[in-house]
């Protein structure tokens, strides 16, 4: 059973378009986050959710909005793509949200805006 | 200064040998501190917690911590070549922030 799901695991796309990335946990957790990880490997948290509520909102462009339709799932949507945008992007969940809750990480999706 | 600073590597070491890899952190309040191992390609999957001063121990591996200074440590005792990855130093206190990694090369 796959714990932390993403789709799509590659997306290839041109500059200006919108795309979304879809996460879904079965783990149960209350929280969710969203982390991009850049070619040198820095992993930065962009967004969590507990409950379906936005909690940390880190300084990202507002082309990239999350939406928890539920607390089993966290989706990315991202407008008008750039370049800087192509990286990794990690969904990860935990269970309540607390300091010392340990994250569980999706698969991963490799953007690439050309 | 970032808030979590990590040798970048490369770091490798004979099979057999004993790893170490250190992580410095800036905010005193941070409350608890993880090692993630990620593959190449993969996602972090996590290795060893820790929240108190002192050593903890699982296994081959070994987390030390200490809040004084601020730093946090992994021992990784009898390294084998599927240890070769790299180790991302995570800490939370009012943010979650992972450190950039330090590539761990394990040769047979």
């Known amino acids: 059973d796959t714990a932390v799901s993403q789709t799509p695991k590659y997306l290839v796309t041109q500059m200006g378009n919108d795309k979304s990335i879809k996460c879904e946990q079965n783990l149960g957790h209350d929280t969710m986050y969203w982390y991009k990880q850049d070619s040198k490997k820095f992993l930065k948290i962009m967004f969590s959710?507990?409950?379906?509520?936005?909690?940390i909102n880190e300084t990202v462009p507002n082309r990239f909005s999350p939406k928890s339709p539920d607390k089993a799932h966290l989706n990315l949507h991202i407008n008008s793509l750039e370049l800087g945008d192509s990286a990794v992007y990690f969904c990860a969940s935990s269970p309540t949200g607390v300091t010392t809750d340990t994250q569980y990480f999706g698969p991963g999706t490799r953007l690439t805006v050309l | 200064q970032k808030e979590v600073e990590q040798n970048s590597g490369p770091l490798s070491v004979p099979e057999g040998a004993i790893a170490s890899l250190n992580c410095t952190y800036s905010?005193?309040?941070?409350?608890?501190f993880f090692w993630y191992r990620q593959y190449s390609g993969k996602s972090p999957e996590l290795i060893m917690s820790?929240?108190?001063?002192g050593d903890k121990e699982d296994g081959r591996f070994t987390a030390q911590l200490n809040k004084a200074s601020q730093y946090v440590s992994l021992l990784i005792r009898d390294s084998q070549p599927s240890d070769s990855a790299t180790y991302l130093c995570?800490?939370?206190?009012?943010?979650?922030?992972f450190g950039t990694g330090t590539s761990l090369t394990v040769i047979p």
């Open positions: 820790i929240y108190s001063n």
């Open positions: 959710y507990n409950n379906k509520e936005l909690i």
């Open positions: 905010d005193r309040g941070s409350q608890s």
């Open positions: 995570a800490v939370t206190g009012n943010q979650f922030y």
